[in-house]
């Protein structure tokens, strides 16, 4: 059943007052606009399941329609999405597929995706992960951001890694005490990580990601860019492994 095939035989009564070629609501009188609206209602109240279809209609035009936003955003910010030289890059680095991950470590969302996004990218075996630090839960997240970029700038990708993992998984507070218990169970040294925290480049990078969020309309975490398509939220396992092979396909 469609609006467009029904809606007229419900019109009939006000069909017959007004012809159909007057069926603009600006040439029509008072008395036909009331019998137009009292039919439209009467029509709406007896056939509930069309305002459902109507809507089901419209959220599939907005999906569209962001879905070929979301592909120009991408398309146009490419290189600072995918390469942009300062974030921890890992999985296959020939992979066909490129997913970017923006998050926060004190996202509960965020700890849930973690070992999906393992699973989905160890398993396949054809993925190319991408980190980016969005913190957006307040102080805590912050300063576990700064850490993660540090340990990548101080120690190198490995040791950012094992960081990364080690915060994802944590269930205490972040802070100063907790980072220094992770890197020293992880054998990093944690003074020097600690200490480029604060440096100029920790700032440059999480101001480009702010930005790029920003850009991208990536509001919250986690939020992933996935080859050439937005993911606003958390997904998981069996969708992102859908989402991949209709890029694939596509």
């Known amino acids: 059943m469609t609006l467009k ?5 419900a ?13 603009d609501l600006a040439d029509m009188s008072e008395a036909e606009r009331a019998a137009f609206g009292d039919a439209v209602r009467s029509y709406l109240l007896e056939n509930p399941a069309v305002v459902f279809e109507a809507v089901d209609v419209f959220n599939a035009q907005q999906e569209e329609l962001q879905s070929a936003n979301d592909g120009d955003l991408i398309a146009a910010n490419a290189e600072a999405i995918f390469n942009d030289g300062v974030s921890w890059a890992g999985g296959n680095p020939d992979g066909d597929v490129t997913i970017v991950e923006f998050l926060d470590y004190a996202c509960g969302f965020c700890k849930k995706a973690h070992p999906e996004v393992a ?3 160890e398993g396949d075996g054809n993925i190319r992960l991408v980190f980016k630090e969005l913190p957006v839960l307040g102080e805590p997240s912050v300063l576990a951001a700064r850490f993660a970029i540090s340990t990548l700038q101080v120690a190198g990708e490995d ?8 915060m994802m998984t944590f269930g205490g507070r972040l802070n100063e005490a907790a980072f220094t218990r992770i890197a020293e169970a992880l054998e990093l040294d944690p003074a020097p990580i600690l200490a ?3 440096a100029p480049k920790v700032d440059a990078v999480l101001v480009a990601n702010s930005e790029l969020a920003a ?7 986690p939020g992933f860019v996935m080859q050439d398509r ?8 069996e969708g992102m492994l859908e989402i991949v092979a209709d890029i694939r396909e596509n």
Not at 5 to 9: C, F, Q, S, V, Y
Not at 215 to 221: I, K
């Open 5 to 9: 095939r029904t809606l007229p035989a």
């Open 215 to 221: 850009t991208l309309g990536l509001r919250g975490t």
């Open 119 to 121: 699973e989905l990218v």
């Open 230 to 237: 937005m993911v606003r939220g958390y997904v998981p396992l």
């Open 11 to 23: 019109l009939a009564a006000c069909l017959a007052v007004s012809p159909v070629a007057a069926l």
């Open 159 to 166: 040791a950012y890694k094992a960081v990364h993992d080690a």
């Open 196 to 198: 480029g925290m604060d």
